[in-house]
């Protein structure tokens, strides 16, 4: 059932850094949190999940956003800007291509039974 009550909201974007999985939030209050982990996130939301109604789950989330953000603070991480892409590759770029495949095994029959009818 849709609602005109206001309900809190957190939006995540996720990213990769180094391979590691990182994550842009921002909740309620409009801040933005950056440099999370995947487990922090999970912790955060889940907290906030287990709320029994939408007030206290805004407060936790507040609550467990702003220490997050002072954590980031006192080490002092950066929200980093994405690297400008690279031009689209060409046939130019292509020098060397490989393929390979992979054919099943042939099915065989067990000594003794009879061959079954396809």
């Keep these: ?55 206290t789950a805004l407060r936790t989330l507040e609550r467990l956003l702003n220490a997050t953000a002072d954590l980031v603070d006192r080490l002092g991480l950066v929200l980093q800007t994405a690297p400008e892409p690279l031009p689209p590759i060409t046939e130019d770029d292509i020098h060397l291509m490989c393929w390979i495949a992979i054919v099943p095994e042939p099915v065989r029959e067990r000594a003794g039974s009879a061959a079954r009818p396809r």
Excluded: F, W
């Design 1 to 55: 059932m849709i609602s005109n009550r206001p309900s809190p909201v957190l939006l995540v974007v996720l990213y990769g850094d180094a391979g590691t999985p990182k994550a842009v939030a921002c909740g309620p209050a409009g801040d933005l949190i950056a440099g999370l982990n995947l487990d922090q996130l999970d912790r955060i939301c889940a907290a906030t999940l287990t709320e029994p109604d939408r007030h």
